[in-house]
């Protein structure tokens, strides 16, 4: 997504992993619109399984195997979603790949499963889109992304959504461990605000229910956003 430097990075390993450009200047980043994309790429290759990793995460030394083993060895397909860390800052030298369990955190609010378990029938509402696999017939299934969202927040939600309004089950796989790259972070995100905002609207016409409620909450305590009871609606307060 408008990021040339990642084509120079990559070409040193090989074999060189396949980049796809998708140009996006002058507009939010289109993250649901680039995931489509790689997907489409993946399944031209003949991908049975697609995996997705959302570029601060580091794999870890299990993850593809286990969801692969997983996805082949299941009754019925489902969205697989292996468990997140989150990384400390990194030292001067960088992070120790071999150290990595020892130092994340996970999400508090996401299941954590056996190393070699899974917690089946997960709640969609807290399907997120850092770490997740899905088998190729499943994702046509479902059809991917909504790309009308662009920019931060909320695609991820849709899809889980989607998924949700097919039957289709959420999975939590153990030992599918990925780690979360330490970034710098707002609590809200209020460098993201009208993102959020405009996602926001959208998904509550898809669905009828305001996603975000608490960075929406958080905005609003703090005065950049207010809520019309005439038209049920988020709006960004004017500064002036």
Known sequence: MDDPAVRDVLSVHRPCPDVVDLPCSHRRLPLAQARNLGAVRALIADADLLVFLDVDCIPGAQMLQ??????????????????????????????????????????PARPVPPETGVIPNGDHHLFWSLSFAVHRSLWRDLGGFCEDYEGYGCEDTDFGQIAARHEVPLTWLGGAWAYHQHHPTTDPPVEHIEDILRNAVIFFRRWGWWPMSGWLDAFARQGLIRYDERTQRWILVDPR
């Not at 060895?73 to 992070?95: E, H, I, K, N």
């Open 66 to 107: 286990r969801y692969a083993e997983h996805a082949s060895g299941a009754a019925a397909p489902s969205l697989l979603c292996g468990p997140v860390a989150y990384l400390p800052p990194p030292p001067p030298q960088g992070y120790d790949e071999n150290g990595l369990a020892a130092i994340g955190q996970p999400h």
